[in-house]
């Protein structure tokens, strides 16, 4: 039993906030598919917060165990919505729209911890409070879950934003990349550490580093990564809340 009970608060907090990210992030494209014309998330009981409608036993469970163990931090993904983007009032714009609510979402999220962070970050020169970075962890959680669902890579939404607004004749052709389904993505990742390896260098660091970097700035929240721990740390943490 952790003898810090505010840490232990926050270690469980952030935990659920977590869920309620992803949660949140897969409610929006149901809903927003729902506004378009498409009722199948709706049909299907998944415009709901209720997290257990949503868990996903790779991306929920087995992933963010997998990155809290390797990495420190909880990432992954809940269950995806089924939609049917034919039955959009605008095939398109429609698929725009509800690909972009899910990251749109969690950028939301991430605007009202950066607006919270910001009233209790540390003064220059003072010591992170445990309030300060259990926000600050919320904050980029969120900010590098939109950052990253905004790649162009399929099957993440990224991919059908850009495939909305590219021409059609080269939209076919990046149709069929996008059948390719989860492929892409782990050949990437798969890639990426081959070359991080070799050369030190990143393609997906630099992809949702720098992005997320920019948006933290843009808020006016960087120093939210300079507050930043592992979510552990919030149970061992020392100074005043």
Known sequence: MSNNPLGLAFFILYWVVFIYSIVLHEVAHGYSSYLLGDP???????LTLNPLRHVDFFFSILMPVIFYLTAGVPF?????????????????????????????????????????????????????????????NCLVLNVFLGVFNLLPVPPLDGSHVLAALLPRSMREVYGR???????????????????ARATHFSILAALIIYPAYLVLWL????????????????LQFQSGG
């Open 219 to 234: 808020m006016g929240a960087e120093g939210a990564l300079r507050e930043l721990v592992s979510p552990s740390r919030l």
């Open 76 to 136: 992954g993904g809940a269950k995806p919505v089924p939609v049917n983007p034919y039955l959009y009032r605008n095939l398109r714009w429609g698929s725009l729209a509800s690909a972009a609510a899910g990251p749109l979402t969690n950028l939301v999220l991430a605007a009202c911890f950066s607006v919270l962070f910001l009233l209790f970050k540390a003064p220059p020169g003072g010591h992170p409070s445990l309030t300060g970075s259990f926000l600050a």
């Open 177 to 195: 990349f996008q059948a390719m389904g989860w492929w892409p993505i782990v050949v990437l990742v798969i890639f990426d550490q081959l070359l």
């Open 40 to 46: 199948t998330a709706w049909k299907a009981g998944r």
